[in-house]
């Protein structure tokens, strides 16, 4: 079945440290990847997207990501979190072609120590 | 420029009443979607249109109607609310030409 998987529910970080959110699908072909944050009581903003070219992505506030087509992943990277970056991170697809059936991942809820 | 907009941003329903969600969008963006946002669950999506006219179920349909008589609104009925339906509700939008959805802040609905 297709599927998007975090497998990290809950992480904790101190503040400066690197930050490494993971990411899994499982769709046949390579699809359109996404990751959102969501703020306590927000909606959802896009950190950063995938869709071909270089696997290596960078978004805004300092986040990027690397498509690894080979381990079926598209994990988040940070070096260096600030305590702005708490929130929760989705991961997301969208297969070629599918309309507008975009498929998030459960999330990874991210604290920050000071 | 608004972007996405939805209200109410809270309501409380009793079991069997019916109400519905608006949603707007003023970027002229052909596909709509509404998801819910349950807890582990990430976002599922209820229903979609890409296009004034044109609505389809997505993955957790039942319970919802939608339709879409202009570009700019989409909204979200649900019939005889039920307990199961309390969630976080978000209407997105995106062009036809990208996957990249921008998103409303959210309605979070209470069915006792």
């Known amino acids: 079945a297709q599927s998007v998987t975090q497998p990290d529910i809950h992480i904790t970080v101190s503040e400066g440290a690197s930050l490494e959110l993971r990411c899994n699908y499982s769709y046949g072909a390579t699809p359109y990847l996404f990751w959102y944050v969501q703020s306590p009581g927000q909606g959802l903003q896009l950190l950063l997207k995938?869709?071909?070219?270089?696997?290596l992505v960078q978004g805004i506030k300092g986040f990027e990501a690397e498509f690894k087509r080979s381990q079926s992943s598209f994990n988040l990277r940070k070096p260096s979190v600030h305590w702005s970056d708490a929130a929760e991170y989705f991961c997301a697809v969208v297969t070629f072609g599918n309309n507008n059936d975009m498929r998030f991942g459960a999330g990874t809820r991210l604290t920050v120590k000071p | 420029n608004a972007g996405v907009t939805q209200t109410p941003k809270f309501q409380v329903l009793k079991t069997g009443q019916s109400m519905t969600l608006q949603c707007a969008q003023d970027?002229?963006?052909?596909?709509m979607s509404w998801y819910r946002q349950d807890p582990g669950m990430g976002l599922r999506l209820i229903h979609y249109?890409?296009?004034?006219?044109?609505?389809d179920q997505g993955e957790v349909p039942n319970g919802y109607n939608v339709s879409r008589s202009t570009t700019e609104d989409f909204p979200l009925r649900l019939l005889s609310a039920a307990p199961s339906q309390t969630s976080v509700y978000f209407c997105a939008s995106r062009s036809g030409r990208s996957y990249e959805q921008y998103f409303g802040p959210g309605t979070r609905l209470t069915v006792t």
């Open positions: 995938y869709f071909s070219g270089d696997t």
């Open positions: 249109s890409v296009g004034a006219g044109i609505t």
């Open positions: 970027m002229n963006h052909e596909y």
